[in-house]
């Protein structure tokens, strides 16, 4: 079965770290670009970075930038999120999601993980 | 960046009823528009992509239109499990965009 499971969420306090696990199995991960997407509760649907398929190339949303970081390791078929820095304002639901290209990326989202919660609370 | 907007933010309509959603882009993106639906506590599934092409196993009752800055999502024939929220997504370029989304409830 094709998937993605989030994992590493949890509660942390403003200023403070976390890393964001997404694990691929039942696709050739390292042929896809991979996405991050965020919901705060009640809230829409916010896209947070991209990789590309060797790691080579990101991009991040402006609210995020200098504070996550989005890496890879195709020999792991994982896809992670380092989050520093955390805000109240970061608390949502974190998804993985994958771009169904194999070749030049088509910036939509064909597969998702279930998500993982990150609350920031004092 | 390319800001999204979709009208309305919520509607009511009944089984069996045509229903329609509209994403305005504040810039031409072209087709590169994709829509989403969403279930409470699910994670979002894609229904549409390049405006009008339907992925993969999505019911033929959802169809999608337009180009340039405007655009339609349509379901012709609402089935029960059709309720949801639905979002508009620019695929133009980065940093990705969403439309806030329109919940379909049941009347």
């Known amino acids: 079965e094709v998937q993605l499971v989030e994992s590493g969420g949890g509660l942390v306090q403003p200023g403070g770290s976390l890393r964001l696990s997404c694990a691929a199995s039942?696709?050739?991960?390292?042929?896809?670009?991979m996405n991050w997407v965020r919901q705060a509760p009640g809230k829409g649907l916010e896209w947070v970075a991209n990789?590309?398929?060797?790691?080579?190339?990101?991009e991040y949303v402006n609210s995020v930038k200098g504070r996550f970081t989005i890496s890879r390791d195709n020999a792991k078929n994982s896809l992670y999120l380092q989050m520093n820095s955390l805000r109240p304002e970061d608390t949502a639901v974190y998804y993985c999601?994958?771009?169904?290209?194999?070749?030049?990326?088509?910036?939509?989202?064909?597969?998702w993980g279930r998500g993982t919660l990150v609350t920031v609370s004092s | 960046d390319i800001q999204m907007t979709q009208s309305p933010s919520s509607l009511s309509a009944s089984v069996g009823e045509r229903v329609t959603i509209t994403c305005r882009a504040s810039?031409?993106?072209?087709?590169?528009l994709s829509w989403y639906q969403q279930k409470p506590g699910k994670a979002p599934k894609l229904l549409i992509y390049?405006?009008?092409s339907l992925h993969s196993g999505v019911p033929s009752s959802f169809s999608g239109s337009g180009s340039g800055t405007d655009f339609t999502l349509t379901i012709s024939s609402l089935q029960p499990e059709d309720f949801a929220t639905y979002y508009c997504?620019?695929?133009?370029?980065?940093?990705?965009?969403f439309g806030q989304g329109t919940k379909v409830e049941i009347k």
């Open positions: 390049l405006a009008s």
């Open positions: 810039q031409t993106i072209s087709n590169y």
């Open positions: 990789i590309k398929r060797d790691g080579s190339e990101k």
């Open positions: 997504q620019q695929s133009y370029s980065p940093p990705l965009t």
């Open positions: 999601a994958r771009d169904p290209s194999t070749g030049d990326p088509t910036w939509h989202f064909d597969l």
């Open positions: 039942g696709l050739s991960f390292s042929d896809y670009w």
